[in-house]
């Protein structure tokens, strides 16, 4: 399974990748992206099956990268894993066609139980 990790820090995607691995979800092939921009130009070259993505990003935030996604008739699973989780947030995510909204910081287990019903091996 290739997985697109989504972030401008470098710091914060390699973090997401430590973290997917310590869910257990470390021998899938994962792609990086520093914003939504890079990560459409990933997603056409690579069609990963799961999109974890920053919200807040130059160029291109990530719900621009999901709405654009949508529109285009992907139903790829995407998962926003950002410092700002207001309800409002969740509901704006959720009538976009996130899979979920995890805040930073996050656990391993808070990946296992987002990503578990998703990955397979």
């Given at each position: 399974m290739?997985?697109?990790?989504?972030?401008?820090s470098r710091?914060?995607?390699?973090?997401?990748?430590?973290?997917?691995?310590?869910?257990?979800?470390?021998?899938?092939?994962?792609l990086?992206?520093?914003n939504?921009?890079?990560?459409?130009?990933?997603?056409?070259?690579?069609?990963?099956?799961?999109?974890?993505?920053?919200?807040?990003?130059p160029?291109?935030?990530?719900?621009d990268?999901?709405?654009?996604?949508?529109?285009?008739?992907?139903?790829?699973?995407?998962?926003?894993?950002?410092?700002?989780?207001?309800?409002?947030?969740?509901?704006?995510?959720a009538?976009?066609?996130?899979?979920?909204?995890?805040?930073?910081?996050?656990?391993?287990?808070?990946?296992s139980?987002v990503?578990?019903p998703?990955v397979?091996?």
């Open positions: 290739k997985i697109l990790v989504v972030d401008d710091a914060m995607r390699m973090i997401v990748v430590r973290t997917l691995r310590q869910a257990g979800f470390g021998g899938h092939e994962v990086e992206a520093q939504g921009r890079e990560g459409l130009e990933l997603f056409s070259e690579h069609g990963p099956e799961l999109i974890i993505s920053d919200w807040n990003m160029e291109m935030s990530g719900l990268f999901l709405q654009i996604l949508r529109a285009r008739g992907s139903a790829t699973p995407f998962c926003f894993v950002t410092s700002e989780a207001s309800e409002e947030m969740r509901e704006r995510a009538a976009a066609g996130a899979l979920a909204l995890i805040a930073k910081p996050f656990t391993a287990d808070s990946f139980d990503f578990s998703v397979t091996s």
